[in-house]
């Protein structure tokens, strides 16, 4: 097991910053993931702790040894690829074993560890097929098996389920964490999923335009967002405008205080997660720790074990609820008057920026 540790990280693709002073601490044996939209810089970041990109600025270090001087043959990283990258002309086992004869390891111990690592991956049964011969999960196995067999301190993974169909990503995925915990080896994943990362990860980096939004557990990522963009890419949230008297603000739709802030200096929005929106027929009176906000019912849809509700309030806002399905409620009629319930300590406050912060 190794520890990561980068800082003041800066890539520049000539005027254009790739990278902006990334300062990252991952403990080891842990799984680091980097999470984004396309074009934020996650896979930037993975190919340059890799070396395959140079960094303009900053420092890379791998149990405290700096390593962004080595070429990346000698970073003693293992990178698993978005495209699987295996050798289609060789076997499996050839595939496994190709690294272990670039480092000139002895053949005896070549057969061990490609033995051993197949098993850790299930593949045993598989070593002497070729690649056109498996699935797509039994290829991406393969490139997982190449990269752990070198024994490598620091495992970096690059979107390497994005090219299966949703039932075998969920499969595979709980299976990549298997094995990573059994080997306990130190992970860095780049994945644009959200839910692939709230799921195997002990660590959450969001970025955004070459910066790191916040860096939590997974819980805390998705109950206390740092910023509005955060809020937005992390799960669905509802963002309600607010209206400011002196040092309180009140819903604009509905009209309820929902915030003393004397010190806000800015404009505020209240988000509120869906599964936090209970919708009820007809005109409903809050208790005294909830809000209720008018609105009229615009789509409902009937997904099994939830029902997602879509309502619009009267200042013509779109407010989207899930929850457990409520006969009442699926059988009304668009245009229904509804009222949309939530309770006080769900709603957060953030600046109304792209990546406001939040206030409360």
Known sequence: MASVEITGLR????DVVALSDINISIPSGSFFTLLGPSGCGKTTLLRTIAGFHDQNAGRIAVDGQSIEGLPAHRRDVGMVFQDYAIFPHISVRENVAFGLKQRKVPASEITKRVKDVLDVVQLGAFAERMPHELSGGQQQRVGLARAIVIRPKVLLMDEPLSNLDARLRVDLRAELRRIQRDLGITTVYVTHDQEEAL???????????????????????????????VATFVGANNFLSLDRSGGQFALRSGGATVLDADGATQDLVCGVRPE??????????????EIAIPARLSDVSFVGREMEVVA????????????????????????S?????VKRSDLA???DGDAGGRFA
Not at 312 to 335: M, N
Not at 337 to 341: D, G, I, K, Q, Y
Request: proline share 7%; glycine share 6%.
């Open 337 to 341: 008057a509804v009222t949309l319930v």
């Open 276 to 289: 936090c929106v209970s919708v009820k027929a007809g005109e409903v009176a809050p208790t005294a720790d």
């Open 199 to 229: 799921a195997m990860s002990d660590t959450v980096c969001v970025m955004y335009q070459g910066v790191i939004q916040q860096a939590a557990s997974p819980l805390d990522i998705y109950l206390h967002p740092t910023n509005k963009f």
């Open 11 to 14: 890539k520049l693709y000539g």
């Open 349 to 351: 406050f953030f600046d």
């Open 312 to 335: 619009v309030t009267d200042h013509g806002e779109t407010v989207k609820s899930l929850a457990r399905p409520d006969p009442a409620i699926i059988t009304l009629a668009p245009g």
